[in-house]
């Protein structure tokens, strides 16, 4: 009465508008460049709100990329980094992020974090160059990612589509240099690899069948798919009251293990250039990135969308300095392709289509330090 490819076109699509509101690098990676060590006032603290919508929006890069609701892709949100010299050689860093992305009338939290330590060699260097080694772990979580509003895909509709329980993590080292030119202007670069885990537990719908027929289903961690009726319905002349549905998502060609959670690595290089002037200051930032995902490109492929496997990301940071111990700022990061890179699980097999998009949003904050 209901035929299983039905369901898996419904489900596996239809994930794709959960999350696409949205986008491996770091959070602020395009800003590289070995941090001072100030050991007379070891810590320094960054605060900012981070937004995007239509205000912010200066160059209409949403509407240009095709979104459809007034607030499709609003941002808001801010940061806080710490730092600290333990001594000329040693400063560690922790950061956290929070995210609330709108699509709609759902919003989207999402939480980043990040702890790392640089170290910087005894090298002999030339006047004014600097190299350093950084190592971290970072990742995010959410504890769903959802859209409520009704979904048409291959001539099915759905509903409340939610994916459950995401998480990823990263292991990632960075080789930093930076060239001071005169006192005005500097030179940076890095070079970084890293190790990605990413991780879903579930995802649920309500798949409408029949244009009378609504069934909520799930499919968990197992990778098993379950589906029970919402309410009585007809099909045809045919009164139903009660239907269930219980079998292995690889039935349907789903694996959650291949599609929504898989391993990864990543490589990326950028640089950037820092300009001042009395108590102006600019940084202007360029990073590539390549992925190299276990199975999920290929899953993609099947899906018939094109992986991606790289993104592109432009940053501008301007600060002017109020006194010795306070800097406020503003900051830009846009994205080729969404969050690609920056939010790994927001990419797996039922969103690449989703994501090969522009996207960015600005930072308004305040730095301390030399207290």
Known sequence: MFPKRHY??????????????????????????????????????????????????????????????????????????????????????????????????????????????????????KPGDEAAIRLSLWGNQADELSKTSTTIVNNQRLSNLKVNDLNDIQAQVDLLFARRLDRQNKLNGFVSLGYSKVEVDSL????????????????????????????????????INEAIISYPASDYGLDMDKDLSYDAGFFSIGGSWNWSYKKFNSQLGYQFQYLMRQDIDDRVSNYGNSAIKSNHTLGLDLSYKLNNYTSVFVASQVFKNNFIGTIPFLYNSVTASRLDRKYGYASFGVRFANF
Do not use: M
């Open 204 to 239: 649920n719908a309500t798949l409408n069948v029949g244009g009378n027929c609504n069934f909520n289903i799930q499919v968990d961690s197992s990778n098993q798919l379950n589906g029970q009726l919402v309410a009585p319905c007809r099909d045809g002349n045919t009164q």
């Open 8 to 125: 898996f076109s419904s489900i596996a699509l239809g994930c794709a508008c959960a999350v696409s509101g949205t986008g491996f690098a770091a959070p602020n990676d395009v800003f590289l460049q070995p941090l001072p060590a100030n050991t007379a006032s070891p810590l320094a603290v960054e605060a900012s709100f981070d937004l995007v919508n239509d205000t912010v929006d200066i160059f209409n890069i949403r509407e240009s990329e095709g979104a459809t609701s007034d607030n499709a892709g609003d941002y808001d949100g801010g940061h806080l980094i710490l730092s600290y010299a333990f001594n000329p050689q040693w400063i560690g860093e922790v950061a956290y992020w929070n995210r609330n992305i709108e699509y709609g009338q759902d919003s989207n939290q999402i939480d980043s974090w990040l702890a790392a330590v640089q170290y910087k060699p005894l090298l002999t260097l």
